[in-house]
Every structure is written in C-alpha cells, then in structure tokens.
C-alpha cells in the first residue's frame, strides 16, 4: 500500500519568509496529492492539490510542485504570516474506485512576527 | 450548508464504557470518512464509506471498533468497550466525489478522552 513522508516535522520561519514542507510517496500509482491545513482545534482543510499530469500549481501565496520520477512533492509558503501558523499535512491516494487517502505525519509551521 | 457535523465534541469517559461517536456528513456527498489522530501515529484512517456500504475497514484497530451508516446523513462510530489507548481526536469528513481523488470536508472532531 502507499506510504507517505512528510518533513520537517516542524518548522519555524521569521514574518516574510519563505517556508517549504517535502513529502515523499511509494505508490508509483499515486495520481492525486492535496495538502491540508489544520489549526488549533479545527478539523483538516484542503488549502491546494495537484495531480500527476502537472507539475506545478500556484496559488496566491502557495504552490506545489511535483515530481513524478523521484515521487515526491513540496508545498512551498512565500511572504509567510503569522496566520500561516498551523499544522500542515500532505496526502497521496490514486483515483482508483476503493483506494483512500494516505497522510503524511504533519509538519507544524510557527511564524514570528 | 453547515459543514460536517460531529457529536459530541469532548467526551471523557471510564475505561470498559461504551463510547458512541456522531457525525452528519455534507448533504449530497458520496464517502464518509472516519479518521483518528494522536500525536504519535498522526491522522489515521479507520474506515470509509461510499454510498453507505464499508468499503475499506483496513484501519479499524480491532473487534472493539465499529462503524455504521444506515442512511446518507448519518455515521456512527462505536467503541465497546474503551480502553485508555483509545484516547483520542476522531475526525468524520464527507466528499462528494466516490473515489479518493477528491477534497474532503472535516468536522470539527471529537476529542475523546479514555480514564
């Protein structure tokens, strides 16, 4: 089954920086890969995904890249802000009728201002 | 739409009591998810539905765990009995998609605590 790495497991930047999470996936099958934030006392919330006939996807202040060959993708944060502060987790699940989705371990993100 | 809907949201409970989580998953959606997290195994999947009927109960720990749909609004979650090792967040989220490949909607959790 699919085995998903996730790090750093936590992660500190200043106000402005940039941050960047890896993940890892062993299932060459694995077409779907979202990440998920999660803040203190909330459920997971999808925040951006990529799928594997892509290699990059932005959003605002976030992006994900992709490398299908060497199985891994990043989340990368620019002009970090304190609300950025939260646990973030990557996933990894084909679109495969019965197949679910396999979370990484969670890295938690502190900016300072 | 309000969301996924778990009940309760704390639950503190002695060990060998039966424990019943809720959750009310997004009207429309197709899979209902049960998640568990804890700081030292992460968000573990326990078991997912689509269109009501179990489909992977792979992650259900064991015998003392089991879960029900009976209809598309509704899941519970039951362990009898509890043990402290069960303590834990456990998470219901909806999708609308039947496969996996699609953005799930999480509750708000129930953290339930095992003495």
């Known amino acids: 089954g699919e085995n998903v790495e996730q790090h750093p497991s936590t992660l500190s930047v200043q106000e402005g920086d940039s941050a960047v999470i890896k993940c890892t996936y062993s299932?060459?099958?694995?077409?779907?890969f979202p990440w998920y934030k999660q803040e203190l006392g909330k459920g997971p919330q999808l925040i951006i995904d990529?799928?594997?006939?892509?290699g990059e996807k932005k959003d605002q202040r976030i992006a994900v890249t992709l490398n299908k060959t060497a199985k891994h993708f990043s989340l990368h944060i620019t002009e970090t802000q304190p609300e950025d502060s939260a646990v973030y987790f990557c996933a990894a699940t084909t679109n495969q009728a019965g197949t679910a989705l396999i979370f990484g371990k969670g890295t938690t993100l502190s900016v300072s201002s | 739409d309000a969301g996924v809907i778990q009940s309760p949201r704390h639950e503190v409970t002695e060990m060998g009591q039966e424990v019943t989580l809720r959750c009310k998953p997004i009207?429309?959606?197709?899979?209902l998810f049960w998640y568990r997290q804890t700081m030292m195994r992460g968000l573990e999947l326990l078991i997912y539905?689509?269109?009501?009927?179990?489909?992977?109960d792979s992650g259900m720990p064991e015998d003392r765990f089991s879960a029900k749909m009976p209809n598309a609004s509704f899941s519970t979650l039951k362990i009898q009995p509890s043990e402290p090792r069960d303590s834990a967040v456990y998470f219901c989220a909806s999708s609308l998609a039947r496969t996996g490949d699609d953005e799930q909607f999480f509750g708000p959790g129930t953290r339930l605590t095992v003495l």
């Open positions: 539905f689509n269109n009501n009927v179990p489909i992977d």
């Open positions: 299932d060459s099958a694995s077409n779907y």
């Open positions: 990529i799928r594997s006939n892509v």
């Open positions: 009207s429309g959606h197709n899979s």
